[in-house]
């Protein structure tokens, strides 16, 4: 049984940072492809950030909204994806979702494993 758990969000003052975790259970951590996910109220899902498996060096990619603020992470040993989220706007304000196991051809896919969530909340 996979699980995924997300923690770490919370309410943040605009320009302000968070870093969420992400840890899982139940999958095969270090070669499943992983990724942060966000929905904002009234709004479809949206991609933020992926880290791949292959070493030595783990590709990642962002979504446009987030490139230079938010850095993806993860750490093998401990089956833990991490967002570090710097400079955090308004817009960010949204439930945060850790995925597995998706794919990046000219767009990323995401897998059929989600977490929970977990709310930030953005403060102007």
């Known amino acids: 049984q996979v699980q995924l758990v997300e923690s770490g969000g919370g309410l943040v003052q605009t320009g302000g940072s968070l870093r969420l975790s992400c840890t899982a259970s139940g999958v095969s951590f270090d070669r499943s492809d992983m990724a942060w996910f966000r929905q904002a109220p009234g709004k479809e899902r949206e991609f933020v950030a992926r880290?791949?498996?292959?070493?030595?060096?783990?590709?990642?990619l962002y979504g446009d909204s987030v490139k230079g603020r938010f850095t993806v992470s993860r750490d093998n040993a401990k089956n833990t994806l991490y967002l570090q989220m710097n400079s955090l706007q308004p817009e960010g304000t949204a439930v945060y979702y850790c995925n597995a196991d998706g794919y990046y051809t000219t767009t990323y896919h995401p897998g059929k494993y989600w977490g929970q969530g977990t709310q930030v909340t953005v403060s102007s």
């Open positions: 880290v791949g498996w292959t070493a030595p060096s783990l590709s990642t």
